[in-house]
């Protein structure tokens, strides 16, 4: 099946996305260029087929076939098998495309939340900078529309030096910011949050058109006390 795919892929590849792609992810070198929707019907197709075969044969020679792995793990059904799937991909994680399109994936972890915390505790501390951007960015895409506050109380333990974990969390307090705003500015007022993440996620909430001019106004006076 792999050679199969790999042929597929590169006459599928396009010359002009691989340099956009490769412009967002400068430390990539394996990079095809596939766009994602073809990549997602790809990975729609395998699932259907025989997405163990894939696994099993999976070498991640390039981007393209990583990226399909973690949109296959979203659609596996039996949830033991997808929490241990993702639990043995998280390595291959090396960049921020791979761990955001493994995030969207894996929508099966809203419904379980209880299981999907206890799943999670292993990287919330975590010192690898994309264990801890897989933590946040799975926290502000399932859990800040119903458990506000446990989220919140999360971005306060955060203690990350890599970047794209720092903007993981300041990705993540931006949308508190943006989804419970006056709630957000409280609890930022009262807490000690890591001071990189604090001030960008308060300019990413000022970037947000979901916020009106009045709310940014009161996010411009409080990162001037930073």
């Known amino acids: 099946m792999i050679n199969e795919l790999k042929k597929e892929l590169i006459e599928l590849s396009d010359e002009k996305y691989k340099i956009f792609s490769s412009s967002l992810l400068p430390d990539t070198k394996n990079i095809l260029g596939v766009r994602i929707p073809i990549l997602r019907k790809i990975a729609k197709k395998i699932s259907k087929l025989d997405y163990k075969l894939f696994l099993s044969e999976n070498d991640d020679e390039f981007f393209e076939l990583t990226i399909i792995e973690s949109m296959i793990i979203g659609l596996i059904k039996n949830h033991d098998e997808a929490f241990n799937l993702i639990k043995n991909f998280i390595p291959k994680i090396t960049n921020w495309s791979i761990c955001d399109t493994l995030c969207a994936s894996a929508k099966f972890l809203s419904e379980n939340k209880e299981r ?3 799943f999670l505790c292993k990287y919330q501390h975590s010192k690898k900078e994309f264990e801890s951007r897989f933590y946040y960015v799975i926290l502000l895409m399932y859990f800040i529309d119903n458990d506000y506050k446990y989220v919140f109380n999360q971005i306060t333990k955060f203690n990350n030096d890599k970047y794209y974990a720092k903007m ?7 949308t508190c910011l943006t989804k419970n705003f006056n709630q957000c500015i409280d609890d930022i ?7 990189w993440v604090l001030k960008k ?3 990413k909430a000022i970037e947000s058109n979901k916020l009106d001019d009045s709310q940014k106004k009161l996010i411009h006076e409080l990162r001037k006390k930073i």
């Open 116 to 118: 999907t915390k206890k």
């Open 168 to 174: 993981a969390a300041a990705w993540c307090l931006s």
């Open 189 to 195: 007022k009262k807490s000690n949050i890591y001071p």
């Open 201 to 203: 996620g308060l300019t």
